[in-house]
Each structure stands twice: as structure tokens, then as C-alpha cells.
């Protein structure tokens, strides 16, 4: 069971979080925790490691925001204990989950389970801090901004428990943001695959670390509310969403009626920046020349369009990046101007990726050109254009992304009845 930092925040959230988890062992299971820090805890930590020392050691940085989590693990036993349960807290470097030495971004090497496994067969329920471990040379890691939900997965993977259920305050995954569209549908499964391409197109469920680790270890992940009332039934009682297989998937449906439907779902983001470089010299290497910088400098580039050469031998490269990395990204272009030799940089900031996402488009045509003429027919233009397996994503005018995933919900047909 993993619980976020918004369910972690204060104290009457904690002890109802006590509660949830104490009815999962009620009911036969053996129990372990992950827990983020409480809401808001890890920025306060950052910004003191900022004011200290403007470009802080990484090493040390860890240090101070592993202590977020660190609270809320013992926090959490307390209340645990105080309702009459076996509860104790394990620490990173206790268990240990042993880590690269990445510092603020270490990658999850090993968990060791032993003594974990022992400590939850006696019946105690284990409350690990996430988000946090131990390098190589025995100093505290953490797993960069999001990592819980990473830990989480990972410390499922080494019990080889039967599934991870990540409490957060969504009650599980729709088709698209029930703020944009009211008939948007709470869905019963999604694949690893189609997870992984939502979350990284704009859907803020779930890390797409964390997907990718689940696909890897086969860990069943379930996504619930720990938001309820207190006279509500248990929020596991309460359908979530379980991301699984293709395989896991196929066998829940075989010798169903339902077919599986086309499109899983609609995600935006609003997190881009557009930057169209003109007149670049058309000849073997010019690319290269934009992009090695940009990977250097750990921006990530999404889509690239590269217009057909003109008459002297020049062509127009667009792309996108991340909105927070524009400025970098128009400084470090500009330092290279001479090098790479382009006449113009054109740079935008209000732009937005819409995105379908379906294991469905593998085996069915024309989901592109339905997306296309629905957004024809309300006059949005594509600035744009990326696909994937089981994706499709167009870069449109930021002012009009609502208006285009209500027009693309409804095209696929997933306004719910």
C-alpha cells in the first residue's frame, strides 16, 4: 500500500490512513507501507537546501529531503500502534534498497527482503519511507521528485506481493480529466503500455517510472482514493483501477461480449515550448549539431519536424521541449548559432500536446484520421504531429486544449452514458 503527500498531510490524515491500512490486515493480508512526505514537506526541504548554498552538493541535498519521508514512516507506526497494531518503520538504509550513487536521481538497484519478509509474517505491518535508499558507498539516496511511487513498486517487486495499491487523490484512471470532461469514465483496466504513454504525455496518475518498473517486474498496480468519508465503505471495496498485462487483460475479457475499446484515453499538456529554427543547411550532420547539445545539457525533446529541403539546399527544424527548459534551450542555441548555421530562431510558449492513447490502434485503422477531421471541423489547427504504437499526439494553440479533448472524447466515442 502506497499513500502520497497529500493523504499524508497532518495528523487527522494520517490516523485515517491508519485506519485503511489496519482494515487491509483485519482482512487476512500481510501489510507493508510506503508513504511520500507530507504535502508541500520536500519544497520546504529543497528551498533550505537552496538558501544554504545556491549550488548545493548532492550528496548532502539528500540528506535533508530523505527527512520528509523519514517523518511520516514513524508517524505513521505511531498511529498504527496506538490502534492496537504491530507496526514498525524501516528506513532506507535498514532494509536496504540499495541504489546507484546518482544523488537526487539514484535508480533502484536491489532491495534486500529478508528480514522484511520475517517482520510481516510475525504479523507486523512494515512502514517504509519512499522515495529515499542507499548508495554503494553506505550514503543516503533518493530517488528523485515523484520517487514514492517507484519505491513502492519496487518494494512489491521484492515480496512478490499479489498486487500495489497506490492511494492517491484520484479514485483511479479515466478516459481524460473529469475537470475538462464531465462524462469522462472511471476505467476498470489499463495496460502497462497504454499507462506508460499517459503518463508521459500529460496524465499525473502515476510516474511513469514507476509504470515502467511494474511492466518490468510484473507488478499488478492498483490505483485507489484514500479519500473518503469515514462512513463510506473501505476505499478497496470501491472499484479503482487495476493496470496489468496485455496478457492479464486479454484473459479478464476472454469470453466476454466486449470487444476492447479502440481508445483508452485522452491526455494534455500544457508543458511545452515550440522552437523552429530557419535556413538550416541541409547536409549530413546539421541535426546532430541542434540536438547533442540539447541531450548534453538533459533537455528532452519531444516532437521534431524537418521540412523538405529547399531550392539551396536549406530546410526549416521545429521541435518541442519542456515549457521550464525554454530559455536554456534558446541560450545554449544561440551560443551555437555559427556552429550549427541557422538564420532565425522562432520560439513559443503557447502551445499545448494533446494526446489518444489505445493498444487498440495496433490492430485498427483510421484512429489518426478520426482525430484529424474532429479537429478540423472546430477549426483547431495542428501545428504538429508524433505517433507511437498505441499513440497519436498533435501540438495545437494552448487556448484551445480544452475544446479539443472535449471534441476528441467524444469522436471516440468514451463520453460515458
Same mark, same amino acid.
Given at each position: ?16 490512513? $491508519?485506519?485503511?491500512? !489496519? ?8 501489510? @507493508? ?7 508541500? *514537506? ?9 538558501? &544554504? ?87 543516503? =539516496? ?5 520517487? %514514492? ?25 479515466? =478516459? ?17 503500455? *497504454? ?15 514507476? #509504470? ?8 499488478? #498496480?492498483?490505483?485507489? %482514493? ?14 479503482? =483501477? ?5 496478457? *492479464? ?18 491526455? &494534455?499538456? !500544457? ?59 534558446? &541560450?545554449?542555441?544561440?551560443?551555437? !548559432? ?8 522562432? $520560439? ?7 494526446? +489518444? ?12 484520421? =478520426?482525430?484529424?477531421? @474532429? ?10 504531429? %508524433? ?12 487556448? *484551445? +486544449? ?16
Amino acid at each position: 500500500m502506497k499513500f502520497g503527500g497529500t493523504s499524508m498531510a497532518g495528523t487527522e490524515r494520517i490516523r485515517r490512513v $491508519a485506519g485503511i491500512v !489496519k482494515r487491509q490486515q483485519e482482512a487476512g493480508h500481510e501489510v @507493508a507501507v510506503v508513504v511520500s512526505a507530507m504535502a508541500g *514537506e520536500t519544497d520546504r526541504l529543497v528551498n533550505f537546501c537552496r538558501e &544554504a548554498n545556491a549550488l548545493y552538493d548532492r550528496a548532502e541535498y539528500d540528506v535533508v529531503v530523505a527527512a520528509g519521508e523519514q517523518i511520516t514512516s514513524g508517524l505513521l507506526a505511531l498511529h498504527l500502534q496506538a490502534l492496537g497494531c504491530k507496526a514498525r518503520s524501516w528506513l532506507g538504509w535498514q532494509l536496504p534498497v540499495r541504489t546507484d550513487d546518482a544523488h537526487a536521481a539514484a535508480r533502484i538497484e536491489d532491495i534486500t527482503s529478508d528480514a522484511l519478509l520475517a517482520s510481516m509474517a510475525a504479523g507486523e505491518i512494515a512502514v517504509i519511507p519512499g522515495f529515499q535508499g542507499l548508495d554503494p558507498d553506505g550514503r543516503v =539516496t533518493t530517488l528523485g521528485r515523484g520517487g %514514492s511511487d517507484t519505491s513502492a513498486v519496487a518494494v512489491a517487486a521484492a515480496v512478490q506481493a499479489d498486487r500495489c495499491d497506490i492511494y492517491t487523490d484520484v479514485d483511479g484512471v479515466y =478516459t481524460t480529466d473529469p475537470r475538462i470532461v464531465a462524462k469522462a469514465r472511471k476505467l476498470k483496466y489499463v495496460t502497462y503500455e *497504454e499507462m506508460l504513454e499517459l503518463a508521459s504525455v500529460g496524465s499525473k496518475v502515476l510516474q511513469t517510472r514507476s #509504470v515502467s518498473l511494474a511492466m518490468k517486474e510484473g507488478v499488478r #498496480v492498483q490505483v485507489l %482514493s484514500s479519500f473518503i468519508d469515514e462512513s463510506a465503505p473501505p476505499a478497496d471495496s470501491i472499484p479503482g =483501477t487495476m493496470i496489468v498485462s496485455d496478457e *492479464e487483460l486479454a484473459k479478464i475479457l476472454e469470453g466476454t461480449d466486449m470487444e476492447r475499446q479502440l481508445i483508452t484515453g485522452i491526455a &494534455a499538456d !500544457k508543458n511545452e515550448a515550440k522552437v523552429t529554427l530557419t535556413r538550416v543547411a541541409d547536409r549530413p550532420g546539421a541535426v546532430a549539431a541542434i540536438f547533442g547539445p540539447l541531450a548534453e545539457a538533459n533537455i528532452n525533446v519531444d516532437m521534431i519536424i524537418q521540412n523538405i529541403a529547399k531550392d539551396k539546399g536549406e530546410t526549416d527544424v521545429t521541435f518541442t521541449c519542456p515549457q521550464a527548459d525554454l530559455a536554456r534551450t534558446q &541560450a545554449l542555441l544561440e551560443e551555437r !548559432k555559427e556552429q550549427i548555421g541557422y538564420y532565425r530562431m522562432i $520560439a513559443d510558449s503557447k502551445v499545448a500536446k494533446v494526446s +489518444v492513447v489505445g493498444v487498440g490502434m495496433r490492430s485498427h485503422a483510421g484512429v489518426a484520421a =478520426t482525430m484529424f477531421k @474532429a479537429l478540423a471541423d472546430r477549426g483547431i489547427n495542428i501545428q504538429a504531429i %508524433s505517433t507511437s504504437e498505441i499513440k497519436v499526439s498533435v501540438l495545437i494553440d494552448s487556448d *484551445e +486544449v480544452e475544446l479539443a479533448v472535449r471534441v476528441l472524447h467524444t469522436a471516440y466515442e468514451l463520453d460515458a452514458a
